[in-house]
Nanobody, 112 residues
């Protein structure tokens, strides 16, 4: 059971990035999947999650700018991030709570 996160990078404020979280098997499509982020010396915080049924939830700080979605045929969950702000800079991780499994993280840096 593995998760592979990718899609991070350097972008200017106001720009967009799409993160991907690919699972090693179909467990991604059968479980809630969440995205977290962590800034240096700060606790990891929940950004968004999507349930097996497709229900979504977002942190107040990203509501209206980020969209979480999934493609079950590809065992993949996406995080579309628009209107990025410098305060979105962090390492982003995907996570399957039921299996307590984390991806390796992908760095997102937003310049002002």
């Amino acid at each position: 059971v593995q998760l592979q996160a990718s899609g991070g990078g350097l972008v200017q404020a106001g720009g967009s990035l799409r993160l991907s979280c690919v699972g090693s098997g179909s467990f991604v499509s059968r479980n809630t999947v969440a995205w977290y982020r962590q800034e240096p010396e700060k606790q990891r915080e929940l950004v968004a999650y999507i349930t097996k049924a497709g229900l979504t939830n977002y942190a107040d700080s990203v509501e209206g700018r980020f969209t979480i979605s999934r493609d079950n045929t590809k065992n993949t969950v996406f995080l579309q991030m628009n209107s990025l702000k410098p305060e979105d800079t962090a390492v982003y991780y995907c996570y399957v709570p039921f299996l307590n499994t984390w991806g390796q993280g992908t760095q997102v840096t937003v310049s002002s």
